[in-house]
């Protein structure tokens, strides 16, 4: 089987519009969460969330390419460019035609939806712009990769709600493991902060009116982000032969569904597949230093996810180190796990663990070193990230240090 | 209808029981209902009376909706109707 590794980083999320900004956003424990700005906030009963700020779209697309990408097309392309730029791949020929696109996405154009309906329902009209369809579709960001860097391969979308980006990552991962694809671009991206978006995670009581505040004690739910991150995963001999430069290897997954309940997650199906990845990353127990947790903030996934690890990990459990940066850039929903990815990038080469900002308060459930408020320095050879779908859905990937 | 009599129809729909079946003293936990359904039976509760009811399921016992019993859950929404509406 062929190793994997990864080339090529990018993101746009609350933090910052690049990567090296946003790794410095959560060395440094920036919050990326604020009052949300969108039409009709006064309506919602939760007004926060980590938006992307400063954005302008007019100065990155052409207006051919306004009219065909939603938000959540937009940030993908923007991340795209980045990771495909440090990479320094170009595609032609064989290389074009057999490498592809995976990307993990939940709810696709939510703007675009959001939007038209309005014009439908709200304001009674009985036309819509001829590009709807081509621009919500959640496989569209996908395809607009592909074109813009002539990827010819294997392309689709993958949907696991919280769990997408991990999904697709893996999927990418076996494309290069199993000799399918010499490069795969991967990641995920999610624009779910508008109006009707938030109107129907609100419904649910699961989210925080004022901040998110992984595994503290006082913590009360989730708060919703935006934004992408995208990977160059490439087969290792193909990235030594070209001189490329290595940030991480991709050293195995495991996925696992619980089978169980909708919206209540499980101790059980998240600890398999905890034990799953590092079974398949043939890491023993004690060689992960770090994990990125799913760690949404709500009473829920947080006291379940530690109890997993611990499950997982036996009396490692108290010796590594687990943080959730979602306390930073808010949960991306299918773009979670591949934006969450970039701090387990950190880990490894930096030696710079993302902490868990916004903790508070200890809480005998989570009690795990959860790398409170402040980063830590650490070197580390090999790290985890959980993700944890509603729907009972969990894949949890693996890297380590090359 | 009394406040009292829609609540425990709206109640007893969730559990799937007779409203017969639902006392002021019942929890809704020895109703079987299980944490969606709680949330179900407060979305219900607010589109039937035009409340909002402050509830967050991450810290049920913190809200200032008392849901330990029928009775309590009662009791909340004629607070909130002379609050919201009076």
Same mark, same amino acid.
């Given at each position: 089987m062929?190793?994997?590794v990864?080339t ?8 910052a ?7 410095k956003?959560?060395a ?11 039409r ?7 007004q ?5 700020q ?10 051919q390419q306004?009219?065909?990408?939603d ?14 730029a440090q ?7 064989e290389?074009a ?6 990307l993990?996405?939940?709810?696709g154009g ?8 309005r ?5 009674g ?18 395809s607009?990769?592909?074109?813009e860097?002539?990827v ?15 999904h ?28 009707g ?16 505040r992984?595994f503290?004690?006082?913590r009360n739910g ?10 160059v ?12 430069e290595i940030l ?7 996925m696992?569904?619980d089978a169980a309940?909708i919206?209540?997650?499980s101790k ?14 043939k890491?023993n127990?004690?060689?992960v ?7 949404t903030g709500?009473?829920?996934n ?24 979602k306390s930073?850039?808010?949960h991306l929903?299918g773009?979670?796990?591949a ?14 663990i ?7 308060e200890?809480?005998p459930?989570c ?16 790290v ?7 729907g ?9 240090r090359? | 209808?009394? &406040?009292?009599?829609k609540v425990?129809t709206? +109640?007893?729909?969730? !559990? ?9 003293? @019942?929890t809704?936990?020895s ?5 969606l ?7 219900? &509760?607010e589109e039937a009376?035009?409340?909002? +009811?402050?509830?967050? !399921?991450n810290?049920p016992?913190?809200s200032?909706?008392?849901? @330990? ?14 609050a919201q509406?009076?």
């Amino acid at each position: 089987m062929k190793r994997v590794v990864i080339t090529g980083a990018g993101t746009i999320n609350a933090l910052a519009h690049n990567v090296p900004d946003t790794l410095k956003a959560m060395a440094e424990g920036r919050c990326g969460i604020g009052p949300l700005v969108m039409r009709d906030v006064e309506r919602l009963a939760v007004q926060i969330g980590a938006q992307v700020q400063g954005f302008e779209p007019e100065a990155l697309f052409n207006r051919q390419q306004l009219a065909l990408y939603d938000r959540f097309t937009q940030f993908t392309l923007i991340a795209a460019r980045e990771a495909i730029a440090q990479s320094g791949l170009e595609f032609s020929g064989e290389l074009a035609a057999s490498s592809g696109v995976i990307l993990g996405n939940s709810g696709g154009g939510m703007t675009t939806l959001d939007d038209n309906y309005r014009s439908v329902y709200e304001e009674g009209k009985n036309r819509v712009h001829p590009f709807v369809v081509p621009k919500l579709m959640n496989n569209a960001a996908a395809s607009h990769v592909s074109m813009e860097f002539n990827v010819k391969g294997p392309s689709f979308t993958v949907a696991s709600a919280c769990a997408s980006s991990n999904h697709a990552m893996a999927q990418a991962f076996q494309m290069v493991h199993g000799g399918a694809a010499p490069v795969m671009i991967t990641g995920g991206s999610e624009s779910m902060l508008c109006f009707g978006g938030v109107k129907a995670w609100e419904g649910l009581r699961v989210m925080s009116k004022d901040a998110c505040r992984p595994f503290s004690a006082n913590r009360n739910g989730m708060v919703q982000g935006e934004g992408a991150g995208i990977f160059v995963f490439e087969e290792y001999e193909h990235a030594r032969a070209r001189g490329a430069e290595i940030l991480a290897e991709v050293a195995g997954f495991a996925m696992t569904s619980d089978a169980a309940d909708i919206v209540m997650p499980s101790k059980q199906g998240a600890a398999r597949a905890i034990a799953g990845a590092l079974r398949d990353a043939k890491l023993n127990r004690e060689d992960v230093g770090y994990i990125n947790a799913h760690g949404t903030g709500t009473a829920a996934n947080d006291k379940t996810e530690c109890a997993a690890v611990a499950d997982a990990f036996g009396t490692h459990a108290d010796k590594l180190m687990i943080s959730s940066t979602k306390s930073m850039h808010g949960h991306l929903i299918g773009g979670t796990g591949a934006v969450e990815l970039l701090a387990c990038i950190m880990a490894l080469r930096d030696g710079i663990i993302a902490p868990t900002i916004g903790y508070e308060e200890a809480d005998p459930e989570c009690a795990l070193d959860i790398v409170p408020n402040e980063a830590r320095e650490a070197r580390v050879s090999a790290v985890l990230s959980n993700a944890f779908a509603f729907g009972g859905l969990n894949a949890v990937i693996a890297l380590k240090r090359v | 209808m009394s &406040i009292q009599d829609k609540v425990i129809t709206i +109640i007893a729909e969730q !559990a799937v029981l007779e409203p017969s079946d639902v006392t002021m003293d @019942s929890t809704l936990e020895s109703l079987g209902i299980d944490s969606l359904g709680l949330v179900e039976s407060i979305f219900a &509760i607010e589109e039937a009376f035009d409340i909002s +009811i402050p509830f967050n !399921a991450n810290e049920p016992q913190k809200s200032e909706f008392d849901i @330990s019993s029928v009775a309590s859950i009662v009791k909340g929404i004629e607070t909130l109707i002379a609050a919201q509406k009076g």
